[in-house]
């Protein structure tokens, strides 16, 4: 599946990650590709925080 992410600049950028990820994973995941702390991801999906 894909997840576009969205900085808070503004940057877009498309990932590929599994449908069985978790969001743990997810978030890890994107800490060591984006080097971002963990604790500022925020996924939101149909407007909806997810933790």
Do not use: W
Not at 17 to 43: G, N
């Amino acid at each position: 599946m894909q997840i576009i992410i969205k900085t808070l600049t503004g940057h877009r950028r498309i990932f590929d990650f599994d449908p069985a990820d978790t969001i743990c994973q997810v978030k890890s995941t994107l800490q060591e590709r984006e080097c971002i702390d963990i604790s500022q991801i925020r996924l939101i999906y149909s407007g909806r925080a997810n933790a």
